[in-house]
C-alpha cells in the first residue's frame, strides 16, 4: 500500500456538472493565478502531516511545488520531510514534465531523486539512496511515456477547468516505481463548514493506485494492493486553478486518513505581503 506522503499528488481527470459549478469552471481564465495552498492530514482524531504546496498553470506549461512535514505521532515513528518541485510544457492538453526533483529526509535518512525527461522518456538524473538498495528495477518499456504524479496533477486541473469531468488515466513514474492511476467522476457535492477547512462545492473523483513495477526487494508495504481514494477538487478562489480542497483513502498505519485544505491564496499577494 502507498505511503501517506504519496497521496496529495495523486489523481487523474474530470465530469457530471451542477450548472453553478459549470458555470465557476467555464469562467476560469486561460492564465490561472498563481497560487499557494496549505494543507493538514488527519488520522485517528489527529494531524499527521502538513503540506505546504504552489501552483501555476499557464497556456505554455506549467510549475507545482510541495513541502511535506510528518506531525504529532507520526513524526514520533515516521519522522520526516520532502520538497518535490516540477516544470513542464503542454503538447496539446497533455502535460510534458522537463526536470523534477523530490529531496528530504524520512526516519533520518536523505532520500533524493533527480529526473529529467529526454523526447517523452524520464531519465534518472539521481538517486539516493540507490535504487538497488530497496527496490526491484523498473524496465525500461514501462518507463517510456510516462510523467511524475506532479504533472499529472496539473493535467488534472487543466482538464477541469475546461471539461469539468475527472474521468481518466495516468501512468506515473517517480524514479523507483511505475504506478497506474486511473480517476471517475462522481458529481458536484457541497463540503460544508468544518473547523478551519476550506468549504463550498466540489466535484468528487474516486481514484485508484496501483503499483506495476518497482516493488520492493524484500516484499513489505503490500504494495500489489491497489490504493482506492476520493478527491474533492475545486477553485479555491476565483481565478484560481482547480485543487484537491479534500482528499480520503486508507492509510498504513491510521486507518483512513483524510487531507483538507485549510487556506489558499493568489502567490503575488502572499509574497507582496511578507
Known amino acids: 500500500m502507498l505511503g501517506i506522503r504519496d497521496w496529495l499528488p495523486i489523481w487523474g481527470d474530470m465530469r457530471h456538472v451542477l450548472p453553478a459549478a459549470a458555470a465557476l469552471l467555464a469562467a476560469l481564465p486561460a492564465t490561472a493565478q498563481p497560487l499557494r495552498a496549505t494543507y493538514e492530514v488527519h488520522a485517528a482524531g489527529m494531524v499527521v502531516l502538513t503540506m505546504e504546496a504552489e501552483m501555476e498553470v499557464t497556456p505554455g506549461g506549467y510549475r507545482l511545488a510541495t513541502t511535506v512535514r510528518t506531525r504529532g505521532i507520526a513524526a514520533v515513528f515516521a519522522p520526516g520531510e520532502q520538497a518535490t518541485r516540477v516544470a513542464g510544457a503542454w503538447q496539446g492538453a497533455t502535460a510534458t514534465p522537463a526536470s523534477y526533483v523530490s529531496e528530504g529526509a524520512w526516519r ?3 532520500r533524493r531523486t533527480a529526473l529529467d525527461w529526454r523526447g517523452g522518456d524520464p531519465v534518472v538524473r539521481d538517486m539516493v539512496p540507490p535504487n538497488a538498495e530497496e527496490r526491484e528495477d523498473v524496465p525500461a518499456d514501462l518507463q517510456r511515456g510516462t510523467v511524475d504524479a506532479l504533472s499529472a496533477l496539473a493535467q488534472l ?3 477541469i477547468a ?4 475527472c474521468d481518466g488515466q495516468a501512468a506515473v513514474f517517480d524514479g523507483r516505481r511505475r504506478s497506474d492511476y486511473t480517476s471517475r467522476s462522481g458529481g458536484w457535492e457541497r463540503i460544508f463548514p468544518s473547523r478551519d477547512a476550506w468549504h463550498g462545492v466540489a466535484l468528487r473523483c474516486g481514484f485508484e493506485a ?4 518497482g516493488f520492493r526487494k524484500d ?3 503490500d504494495e500489489r494492493r491497489p490504493t482506492p481514494g476520493t ?3 475545486a477553485a479555491p478562489f476565483a481565478g484560481a486553478p482547480p485543487i484537491p480542497v479534500r482528499v480520503e483513502m486508507p492509510s498504513r498505519w491510521f486507518g483512513t486518513a483524510t487531507a483538507i485544505l485549510l487556506r489558499a491564496e493568489p502567490l503575488g499577494q502572499q509574497a507582496r505581503a511578507q
Open 108 to 110: 533520518g535518512r536523505p
Open 157 to 159: 486541473s487543466r482538464a
Open 162 to 165: 475546461s471539461t469539468g469531468s
Open 210 to 213: 496501483r503499483v506495476v513495477a
Open 219 to 221: 516484499g513489505s508495504g
Open 231 to 233: 478527491a474533492w477538487v
